[in-house]
């Protein structure tokens, strides 16, 4: 049996339009989420007002933490490195405890604006930028980054996590593909390892741990301590639960469909009064794509509700799907 100083540190990983603060709400609260990170704040050439922070992080209204308690970063994406560290700055009067970059994101429309993954064609600019905003934040907030592989081809892996450190980061996400790759598998942990046995700061790894059993392949093949779920963790909720019992030695059962469905409820009625209604329930949808992938009824359900626009007719869905499967059970 492992003891718990084997548990792994487990980061909730930022997604774009995807995992917002009421998702981030859900799923700390579920559980075996460590730490969350925000969807980044696009950084051109000015200094942003307090709202834009507020906006997509409401969590540094109340310490930079979730309801539950889980700590929250607020990530930064950006090419120059004066504005990042006067932003960084202004996050971090507004309530920020942790500054992270992002350094990742494969998006066209952030990597032509001089963003994202595209600024790993110069380790330089990556030192450059996390250094700007090291120095302009007070040592006890810490500055991390995230990075992938490379832009065009993974060769530059190692120069830009040198560089990420260099520049003062506490702290290394790696996902573990090029902006080409794109997120087609597979992802190449080995990299990751090499980045973990080089760099002083600790390395988390992140890309294709989908399961419990992909978890401990990704432990295996790159050392580290620290993951990053993302797109795992909107598939498999519980994975973080998951894995820390694996590695604490207890017995788990994982989360079933008609706990799912009740998260799903509670998510719904979260967010059915702040989109229009032309756009009501497409929150739900959008986290169906993902949990069809590892439940099967999932695909079952989007397929009944997919065309639904009606609060009436998505709620009487819902209540169906909850009543059957208590009855199932």
């Given at each position: 049996m492992t003891t718990s100083s084997d548990t792994p540190m487990i980061y909730q990983a930022p997604m774009e339009g995807v995992i917002d603060h009421h998702m981030r709400a859900l799923l700390s609260a579920l559980g075996g989420v460590?730490?969350?990170?925000?969807?980044?704040?696009?950084?051109?050439?000015?200094?942003?007002?307090?709202?834009?922070?507020?906006r997509l992080c409401p969590e540094l209204k109340a310490g930079a933490v979730t309801a539950c308690g889980v700590p929250v970063r607020l990530q930064l994406?950006?090419?120059?490195?004066?504005?990042?560290?006067?932003?960084?700055?202004?996050?971090?009067?507004?309530?920020?405890?942790?500054?992270?970059?992002?350094?990742?994101?494969?998006?066209?429309?952030?990597?032509?604006?001089?963003?994202?993954?595209?600024?790993?064609?110069?380790?330089?600019?990556?030192?450059?930028?996390?250094?700007?905003?090291?120095?302009a934040l007070p040592d006890h907030i810490p500055v991390t980054a995230k990075i992938r592989l490379g832009y065009l081809d993974r060769s530059s892996y190692m120069d830009n996590a040198r560089a990420a450190e260099n520049g003062g980061a506490a702290e290394l996400a790696v996902h573990a593909r090029s902006k080409a790759d794109g997120y087609r598998p597979p992802a190449y942990w080995e990299y990751i390892g090499e980045i973990r046995q080089q760099l002083a700061i600790p390395v988390i790894a992140n890309g294709d741990i989908w399961t419990l059993e992909d978890f401990q392949r990704c432990r295996e093949v790159t050392g580290c301590r620290r993951f990053m779920f993302g797109r795992t963790l909107l598939a498999r909720p519980d994975l973080g639960l998951q894995v820390k019992a694996f590695t604490e030695g207890r017995h788990y059962e994982p989360i079933t469909w008609k706990q799912v469905v009740a998260l799903l409820w509670d998510y719904y009625l979260t967010t059915r009064e702040i989109y229009p209604a032309k756009y009501l329930g497409n929150r739900i949808k959008q986290w169906l794509a993902y949990l069809k992938l590892t439940f099967p009824e999932a695909q079952l359900f989007f397929e009944r509700i997919k065309r639904l626009r009606d609060a009436e007719c998505i709620e009487a869905e819902f209540s169906r799907e909850l009543s059957t499967k208590t009855e199932a059970a």
């Open positions: 460590d730490i969350c990170v925000t969807e980044f704040v696009r950084v051109t050439h000015t200094r942003l007002p307090r709202r834009v922070f507020t994406l950006g090419g120059n490195p004066e504005a990042m560290a006067i932003n960084a700055v202004k996050a971090a009067e507004t309530g920020a405890r942790a500054i992270d970059l992002n350094f990742g994101c494969p998006a066209k429309s952030v990597n032509n604006s001089d963003g994202g993954a595209c600024l790993l064609q110069s380790p330089h600019r990556v030192e450059a930028i996390v250094g700007a905003v090291r120095r």
